[in-house]
T-cell receptor, first 113, second 114 residues
Framework: DSGVTQTPKHLITATGQRVTLRCSPR?????VYWYQQSLDQGLQFLIQ???????AKGNILERFSAQQFPDLHSELNLSSLELGDSALYFC????????????FGPGTRLTVT | AQSVTQPDIHITVSEGASLELRCNYS??????LFWYVQSPGQGLQLLLK??????LVQGIKGFEAEFKRSQSSFNLRKPSVHWSDAAEYFC????????????FGQGTRLTINP
């Protein structure tokens, strides 16, 4: 158990819908990262937040957005969902802005039908 | 741009045999290097990391990795594998400066024969 929690574990939704994935970092960690894992793209970095502020952006679609709240939990919002958005979404956390090792949550498996 | 190559998509070894998983990276300087393991339906677990210093690093579960700057490699090794080591292994690099995102290789799936 890494100490990073993610909810829900599984999510099935239809195309065009909007979903919110939630992540709670390890106690004391200030940075949260979101990654997408798909069969064709592998593990791709989406976005990083540090202590409530966006720190880095990766291959995140404009339909996706994230935020980190004062209690340091983070949410990833995915809207106008397409079939290709089906993937495992991981949250990771680390102590600071880096370079620290990242600890991953169990992931949320999103299926878009 | 950073990139990580894991040349072996799938490796099969017998239980008790030694293991080496290859990882090569492309980066302008020496990055931070990591190996993670993912069991089916699970998240990624950190096996070991290299930031600086001794180029042979020890990790959990009996794994070790060696950083070779001249070869831009960070290969993972284990002297004797156990059936419970069957999983997918990912090599990753991280920036020393700027964004601390991790760039992952495509992964190597390890199968253990009894």
């Amino acid at each position: 158990d890494s100490g990073v929690t993610q909810t829900p574990k599984h999510l099935i939704t239809a195309t065009g819908q909007r979903v919110t994935l939630r992540c709670s970092p390890r106690s004391g960690d200030l940075s949260v990262y979101w990654y997408q894992q798909s069969l064709d793209q592998g593990l791709q970095f989406l976005i990083q937040y540090y202590n409530g502020e966006e720190r880095a952006k990766g291959n995140i679609l404009e339909r996706f957005s994230a935020q980190q709240f004062p209690d340091l939990h983070s949410e990833l919002n995915l809207s106008s969902l397409e079939l290709g958005d089906s993937a495992l979404y991981f949250c990771a956390s680390s102590v600071g802005r880096g370079p620290y090792e990242q600890y991953f949550g169990p992931g949320t498996r999103l299926t878009v039908t | 741009a950073q990139s990580v190559t894991q040349p072996d998509i799938h490796i099969t070894v017998s239980e008790g045999a030694s293991l080496e998983l290859r990882c090569n990276y492309s980066y302008g300087a020496t990055p931070y290097l990591f190996w993670y393991v993912q069991s089916p339906g699970q998240g990624l677990q950190l096996l070991l990391k290299y930031f600086s210093g001794d180029t042979l690093v020890q990790g959990i579960k009996g794994f070790e990795a060696e950083f070779k700057r001249s070869q831009s490699s960070f290969n993972l090794r284990k002297p004797s594998v156990h059936w419970s080591d069957a999983a997918e292994y990912f090599c990753a690099v991280g920036d020393r400066q700027g964004a601390q995102k991790l760039v992952f290789g495509q992964g190597t799936r390890l199968t253990i024969n009894p």
